[in-house]
């Protein structure tokens, strides 16, 4: 795949074989960056095959398409003719009419970039057990002030009622150094 840029390169390479340029001075010999994005919205081109950020990327058939065009325009042809003419064509017809050196058809293995792992749609792994620490589920004891002790196992009423007295002292500094929600606080 290659960048716009990289495409227009390979473009002008293209059309340095066997091409006069436009006949009548009003039509580029070489599409510019925004006669591609042109040819693309209007349906003449193919859009792009893939995005890279911000970065449009193309191919091989782009590249055929674009000589094609210009081959086209240079025998005297509009856009509509053109576009009429190439709808639907194949690779094989396309090639045909741009006559691409097979050189510049050729892409560049580029390095490909790592994918970043999908942390966010893999399922949560649990935390590994050994066989001296089994997992215990822990819940949650509201203390006042909103403040929730977290214990493993179910505690009974009496077992609240203890953590609460033994948790006063903490909830007594807590709420004097205003880390308490003072509207639930007993």
């Given amino acids: ?28 010999d070489v599409p510019d960056r925004r006669a591609v994005r042109w040819y693309a919205t209007t349906g003449l081109v193919d859009r792009p095959s893939a995005m890279r950020g911000r970065t449009a990327l193309y ?6 398409q674009l000589v094609a065009v210009k081959r086209l325009q240079s025998e005297g042809r509009t856009l509509s003719e053109i576009q009429a003419a190439l709808a639907g064509v194949t ?23 790592a994918a970043r792992p999908r942390f966010w749609a893999e399922p949560v792994a649990a935390p590994a057990q050994t066989p001296q620490a089994p997992a215990v589920p822990l819940n949650g004891v509201a203390l006042s ?24 002292p903490l909830l007594d500094l807590l709420a004097a150094r205003g880390l308490l929600n003072e509207r639930e606080q007993s």
């Fill in 1 to 28: 795949m290659w960048t716009l840029d990289e495409l227009l390169e390979r473009v002008s390479s293209a059309l340095t074989a066997e091409y006069s340029g436009a006949p009548n001075g009003r039509v580029r």
């Fill in 59 to 64: 191919e091989r058939r782009h590249l055929l």
């Fill in 91 to 113: 690779d094989r017809k396309l090639a045909a009419i741009a006559k691409v050196p097979d050189g510049l058809l050729e892409t560049e293995a580029a390095p490909q970039e």
């Fill in 145 to 168: 002030g909103g403040a929730v002790v977290l214990v493993p196992g179910t505690p009974t009423p009496a077992d609240l009622a203890d953590i609460a007295a033994a948790a006063q």
